[in-house]
């Protein structure tokens, strides 16, 4: 069983920056590719960016340029750095993780509310 721990949401002013984190344990047995992605009320959850085991990354348009997403390795853990957040940004934002033997896990997901 494997599971993801998310964490460093929170309520920030526009402009600000926040940093969220994603920890997996468990048996991982080597991780495919990691992502993020939000839910905002009302809303189907989207694609925010990924990450794949080679480093190669993929942003949604609305977010590129003002998030990064990372990834460690030795301590299987994800980051999404996310810089200029704006009103829109304010969602519930998930960790996904795909395996090497391409099973997919969810984290419980971590509250980001931008408002002054």
């Known amino acids: 069983q494997v599971q993801l721990v998310e964490s460093g949401g929170g309520l920030v002013q526009p402009g600000g920056s926040l940093r969220l984190s994603c920890a997996a344990s468990g048996s991982i047995f080597g991780i495919n590719s990691m992502g993020w992605y939000r839910q905002a009320p009302g809303t189907q959850r989207e694609l925010v960016a990924t990450?794949?085991?080679?480093?190669?990354?993929n942003y949604a348009d609305s977010v590129k340029g003002r998030f990064t997403i990372s990834r460690d390795n030795a301590r299987n853990t994800g980051y999404l750095q996310m810089n200029s957040l704006n009103p829109d940004d304010t969602a519930v934002y998930y960790c996904?993780?795909?395996?090497?033997?391409?099973?997919?896990?969810w984290g419980q997901g971590t509250q980001v509310t931008v408002s002054s």
């Open positions: 990450i794949t085991s080679g480093g190669v990354t």
């Open positions: 996904k993780l795909t395996t090497a033997r391409l099973r997919v896990y």
